[in-house]
């Protein structure tokens, strides 16, 4: 089972609650990946990866480099988190296949989360958090991964669309944007939301202290999935016009 909306109506599968844990979290959605470790719920580390060097290079001595600066060894892990998608392809094969293979070694529980929720969770933080929130990650030909989020919940699906034909749909109400998409096309979003539109700063964060986070939140409510469970998230475009048929309201 996934983790797909930030706040998740996941139900306990088991009676037993973690009350204090260590969740070691990764996300390899794009170039500018990162892993994290939280304490109790709590983002201690976040380490940025080499955006020069592909993903599958770079790990697992990323995750085991992190552990050793924060004096954690693998064992006392209690949880592993990982970015499910939308992504790049390769990206996230790497990722989930690497969490997967320390989660089922460890015999410890993987919980999948949507990079855009992340994002989400990233810019609700702020002072943001009680109006909308649109998540976008750079797809391919210019196209955005998209999300709307409204306190905490997403208003629905995720879309692949051109992101002049996602703001066309844009309504007069103040809308934080969030996401490397957000950031290739802020000229656009600036000039077509005038006096409505919000960048998050830093408009494109590394996810995985939230993918941590959001981690922590799930296993503690008691639901510890098997590692195999997880799946990527893949975001396809319809033979219909995605974007004729979606309004950020």
Known sequence: ???????????????????????????????????????????????????????????????????????????????????????????????????????????????????????????????????????WIEAWRGDVFSATYERGRALRAPVIAPPNELLDHVSGRATVFIGNGAARNMDLIRTTCVGNAHLADPIAPLLAGAVATVTSQVLRSGHHPPPHDIRPLYVLRSDTNVAANTRLV
């Open 1 to 135: 089972m996934q983790h797909r909306g930030v706040d998740s109506n996941t139900r306990p599968a088991t009676d037993c609650i973690i009350s204090r844990m260590l969740v070691l979290s990764l996300d390899t959605t794009s170039r500018a990946g990162s892993c994290a470790l939280a304490r109790d719920g709590q983002v201690v580390c976040v380490q940025g990866s080499d955006s020069s060097r592909e993903q599958g290079g770079q790990l697992p001595g990323a995750l085991a480099t992190l552990l050793d600066r924060e004096s954690v060894a693998l064992r006392e892990i209690d949880g592993y988190g990982v970015a499910i998608g939308p992504g790049s392809f390769t990206g996230l094969r790497v990722g989930i296949a690497t969490m997967q293979g320390l989660a089922m070694a460890t015999g410890k529980p993987l919980i999948g989360v949507s990079a855009l929720d992340a994002l989400a969770v990233l810019a609700g933080a702020e002072q943001y958090s009680s109006g909308r929130i649109v998540a």
